[in-house]
Structures are given as structure tokens and as C-alpha cells.
């Protein structure tokens, strides 16, 4: 069965930086898009970033744009989101998705299986 862990959360002060993995399991990773989302404390989950199935493809939410960067190690099963310049409102617990097919997927519908996600909280 498919397997997503996340790892890389914690607490750190706005304009800094954290870089979180997502280790997936129980498919062939290569061949599915991947993605992370967000819930902050009373919020609905949101879209932050998605990759396509190769790499060579990316989306992210206006609000972490230029700030955030998706990548993907199809070799070590893995995928990163590298945060920079972290605002108070970036406080979530983020959760790796793996997507339904190849291509990018930014609903949660599109979504086949969800990590059971990694707290960040940026302090102001």
C-alpha cells in the first residue's frame, strides 16, 4: 500500500528557512504527479505546490510564489519543498499528496493519497 511520511517541520522565526521531504512507498513514484498542501489553525486546506511526474513541471500558490520551491528525487522516492523567507501566515501542518496520474493536479479531488502531514510554525 502506498505509504507518504513527511519530515522536515518545526518551529522557526519569520524570514527564515525550513526544507521539508516527503519519502513515499507502495508505487512507482516516477510515474505520478505529487504535490503538497496546507492547513493553518481554522482554515480550510489549500493548495501550496505541485510537480509533475518528471520534474520539468511546476505550480504554486500566489502566496508562497518565489518563496517556496517544489522538487522531486524520482531515484530516492522523495520529494522537497524548500521554504524561504517563511511568514506567520505560512503556520500549517503541510501534507504531501501523491496525485491520480502524471500530470500536475492543484484540488485536493485530484489527489489519490494524502501524508499525515508535518506541523511548521513561523513566529513572528
Known amino acids: 500500500q502506498v505509504q507518504l511520511v513527511e519530515s522536515g517541520g518545526g518551529l522557526v522565526q519569520a524570514g527564515g528557512s525550513l526544507r521539508l521531504s516527503c519519502a513515499a512507498s507502495?508505487?512507482?513514484?516516477?510515474?505520478?504527479?505529487m504535490g503538497w498542501f496546507r492547513q493553518g489553525p481554522g482554515k480550510e486546506r489549500e493548495f501550496v505546490a505541485a510537480i509533475n511526474w518528471g520534474g520539468s513541471g511546476t505550480s504554486y500558490a500566489d502566496s508562497v510564489k518565489g518563496r517556496f520551491t517544489i522538487s522531486r528525487d524520482n531515484a530516492k522516492n522523495t520529494m522537497y519543498l524548500q521554504m524561504n523567507s517563511l511568514k506567520p501566515e505560512d503556520t500549517a501542518v503541510y501534507y504531501c499528496?501523491?496525485?491520480?496520474?502524471?500530470?500536475?493536479?492543484?484540488?485536493?479531488?485530484?489527489?489519490?493519497?494524502w501524508g499525515k502531514g508535518t506541523l511548521v510554525t513561523v513566529s513572528s
Open positions: 507502495g508505487r512507482t513514484f516516477s510515474n505520478y504527479a
Open positions: 499528496t501523491i496525485a491520480r496520474g502524471r500530470n500536475i493536479a492543484t484540488r485536493a479531488e485530484g489527489m489519490d493519497y
